[in-house]
């Protein structure tokens, strides 16, 4: 019997750059796929930019595009998509998303920092209008961390998180350990998409470290705001560091970690690190991530894969974004 064409799942998307970019091209090469798995179909409703009237490619339909916020707020939408980083605008999209009792999906690392606590009280308070909140792109690019913390370890009494969290600075220290020059490196992790709008924040360290307070966040329950995490970035001596590690047969990662001791207290740091190749923090090269998450009971659990690039973060964003099905519907996936 043909199964029943469900109305479409309306999405507003704020962002249109790389990652908003590349979603909606995942939904337009996967929309008759996905009508044929989960008998859903989605609609971008609206696309929030900064500049409305700058030249867009020709996949994104001018008539759903704004760059008006409240006009964006007013458009019906089951899902509310926030990639467009920083914490005013983002901050003022995610709170009314979820006052009004609708699904954010985020990206936006450095905003959970800034105010995860407060959106999930949000979300509480409105959960039964239908608020929630889904944040597995803003953690990993494709490496689903956020669902095994939240869901399959949600159980476990966890003692530490380590990783490899920016994919710009891996890409930069895995193009400098092949003889590339850091200037040339950036621009090509840039050029890919992998880096931040100010790629300040991924150079010093603060991106992985926004990152690994919300770990910390999802993994101990600390606050991601008042975390102290002793950050240090690639500083301008890198260079000399990676050759230095080079000829003792190591590598340089920029390893992010966060250790629960028995008491609670949870010590954090972001730093570069000489590494044995055979490490399982060394193995990632150019833009991938590694997270090894500890556990008294289920020991060290390890996930690799794309940490960067509007790729792995849409399919993170798509998701989150099929979390808003039904349960009947996603359980169709596995029958
Ligand atoms: P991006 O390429 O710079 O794109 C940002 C988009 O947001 C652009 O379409 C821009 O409009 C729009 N925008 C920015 N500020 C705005 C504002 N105040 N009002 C309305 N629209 C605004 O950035 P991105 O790389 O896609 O990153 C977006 C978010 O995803 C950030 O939070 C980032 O940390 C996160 N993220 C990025 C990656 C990655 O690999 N790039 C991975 C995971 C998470 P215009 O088009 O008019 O400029
Ligand atoms: N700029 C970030 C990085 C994007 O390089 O890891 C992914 O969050």
Redo the contacts with the bound molecule.
């Keep these: 019997m043909p199964r029943r064409e469900a109305p479409p799942i309306r999405i507003a998307l704020?962002?249109?750059?790389?990652?908003?970019?590349?979603l909606l091209d995942l939904l337009d090469r996967e929309r008759h796929a996905l009508l044929a798995r989960l008998g859903v179909r989605f609609e971008v409703v609206s696309?929030?930019?900064?500049?409305?009237a700058?030249p867009?490619s020709a996949r994104l339909d001018r008539a759903r595009l704004t760059?008006d916020?409240d006009a964006?707020l007013r458009a019906e939408a089951e899902v509310v998509v926030?990639?467009?980083?920083?914490t005013?605008?983002?901050g003022a999209i995610a709170r009314a998303t979820l006052l009004r009792g609708r699904r954010l999906v985020?990206?936006?690392?450095?905003?959970l920092r800034a105010e995860g606590p407060a959106l999930a009280s949000l979300v509480r308070a409105h959960e039964h209008l239908g608020a929630a909140l889904d944040l597995e792109?803003?953690?990993g690019?494709g490496v689903p961390v956020v669902r095994v913390l939240r869901d399959s370890l949600a159980g476990h009494g966890l003692t530490a998180v380590r990783g490899v969290l920016n994919?710009?600075t891996n890409y930069i220290l895995s193009q400098m350990e092949r003889g590339h020059e850091f200037h040339a490196a950036l621009a090509e992790a840039q050029r890919a998409?992998?880096?931040?709008?100010d790629p300040s924040?991924d150079l010093d360290g603060t991106?992985a470290s926004d990152k690994l307070a919300v770990l910390s966040w999802l993994a101990f329950g600390t606050d991601p705001r008042t975390l102290r995490i002793r950050t240090q970035g690639l500083a301008p001596d890198i260079g000399a560091r990676v050759a230095a590690a080079r000829l003792d047969g190591r590598v340089i990662r920029l390893v992010a970690q966060a250790e629960r001791d028995p008491d609670g207290h949870v010590r954090a740091s972001v730093a570069p690190v000489a590494l044995d190749p055979t490490h399982p923090l060394a193995r990632v090269q150019d833009?991938e991530n590694v997270i090894v998450v500890e556990s008294t009971s289920a020991g060290a659990i390890t996930l690799h894969g794309r940490?960067?690039?509007?790729d792995?973060?849409a399919s993170?964003l798509l998701a989150d974004i099929l979390r808003s099905l039904p349960h009947p519907a996603r359980s169709l996936a596995v029958a």
């Design positions: 704020a962002g249109a750059g790389t990652v908003g970019g590349a696309v929030l930019v900064r500049d409305a700058r867009r760059d916020v964006f926030e990639a467009i980083g920083g005013t605008v983002a985020t990206a936006n690392k450095a905003l792109a803003a953690v690019g994919g710009t998409g992998f880096a931040e709008a924040r991106d833009e940490g960067a690039g509007g792995a973060t993170a």
